[in-house]
Nanobody
Framework: QVQVVESGGGLVQAGGSLRLSCAAS????????MGWYRQAPGKQRELVAT???????NYADAVKGRFTISRDNTKNMVYLQMNSLKPEDTAVYYC?????????????WGQGTQVTVSS
């Protein structure tokens, strides 16, 4: 099992910045990737950014050039730096960790953190 905890959400004005943090703990010896999804009211959960351990980084088109995902290699943590925020970025942001070997490989989710961008 892997536990995932997010922090750092809040209320910010359009054009402002926020930094989200995500910590994974437990059976973290086989993490394949970590990243962020978001879900706005009435919409489906969508990918924001993903970081593949030992691999690459992917961003949703809507956040490219504004959001940056990064990793602390020593702490199984990832961060999402969000700049130039827009009202349409308002959503609950969920961190996920993809971990495990073989048939035990699974996605583990945090509880979510609210990001609200006012116009």
């Amino acid at each position: 099992q892997v536990q995932v905890v997010e922090s750092g959400g809040g209320l910010v004005q359009a054009g402002g910045s926020l930094r989200l943090s995500c910590a994974a703990s437990g059976n973290t010896y086989s993490i394949h990737s970590m990243g962020w999804y978001r879900q706005a009211p009435g919409k489906q959960r969508e990918l924001v950014a993903t970081l593949i351990f030992g691999g690459g980084i992917n961003y949703a088109d809507a956040v490219k050039g504004r959001f940056t995902i990064s990793r602390d290699n020593t702490k199984n943590m990832v961060y999402l730096q969000m700049n130039s925020l827009k009202p349409e970025d308002t959503a609950v942001y969920y961190c996920y960790t993809n971990a495990g070997l073989g048939y035990l490989r699974n996605n583990y989710w945090g509880q979510g953190t609210q990001v609200t961008v006012s116009s």
